[in-house]
């Protein structure tokens, strides 16, 4: 069936350090791929999605690419901040299903 | 322009009790209405989603039911709360795009 599996947390960085969180998809056809962000007590904002093969989608200097052939969309940002520490979502939205699957969350805390 | 309300926020209910978590959507019609958990420290799980008025499918098996009396309403419910039930509910609306838009939460926990 259709699964997401993202990278385990907590993921700890310091302020300006490089950022990557792995995501890795299953999916039967061509599934539109996004990232979903959770801070600490709210709900889930969209973050970035990409729709086909090799589209790139980025928002607030976060960047994931649609690569096919690794089944991957992988989250990075260049330098982080103290408020980008959330908990980022993996999704995965397959037509036929009409459903969004979420991988299970990874926690990222940045420190000052 | 389209919001998806969600209440309460936060609720506290001891065992055995009955549920009701209401969410509804302004600015469109006939929306696909989806409602998650996230227990804590776990991700998301779909448990119900509804494409249109009465129509209701169950992801998993469990202690909670759903309904969708009107277009723009999405209702969970359970007639007696397990302790497996806390956790942190979202509602979520699909637009165009397959992007979806949350709802704030309702944070439950049962006592």
């Known amino acids: 069936g259709n699964s997401v599996t993202q990278m385990e947390g907590p993921v700890t960085l310091s302020e300006e350090a490089f950022l990557t969180i792995n995501c890795t998809y299953t999916?039967?056809?061509?599934?539109?791929l996004f990232w979903y962000v959770q801070y600490p007590g709210e709900g889930l904002q969209l973050l970035l999605k990409?729709?086909?093969?090799?589209d790139k989608g980025s928002n607030k200097g976060f960047e994931a690419t649609y690569r096919k052939e690794t089944t991957s969309f992988h989250l990075e940002k260049g330098s982080v901040q103290v408020s980008d520490s959330a908990v980022y979502f993996c999704?995965?939205?397959?037509?036929?299903?009409?459903?969004?699957?979420f991988g299970q969350g990874t926690e990222l805390s940045v420190k000052p | 322009s389209q919001t998806i309300h969600q209440w309460p926020a936060t609720l506290v209910q001891p065992v055995g009790s009955p549920l009701s978590l209401e969410c509804t959507v302004e600015?469109?019609?006939?929306?696909?209405l989806y409602w998650y958990r996230q227990a804590a420290g776990r991700g998301l799980q779909l448990l119900f989603y509804?494409?249109?008025?009465?129509?209701i499918s169950s992801e998993v098996p469990q202690n909670l039911s759903a309904s969708r009396p009107q277009d723009r309403q999405f209702i969970l419910s359970s007639k007696k709360l397990l302790l497996s039930d806390s956790g942190f509910y979202l509602c979520?609306?699909?637009?165009?795009?397959?992007?979806?838009?949350f709802g704030s939460g309702t944070r439950l926990t049962v006592v």
């Open positions: 979520a609306w699909r637009g165009p795009n397959y992007g979806y838009t």
């Open positions: 999916a039967t056809g061509y599934p539109s």
């Open positions: 990409a729709t086909k093969a090799d």
């Open positions: 999704a995965l939205f397959y037509n036929q299903g009409g459903k969004l699957i």
């Open positions: 600015g469109t019609s006939n929306p696909n």
């Open positions: 509804s494409v249109g008025i009465g129509q």
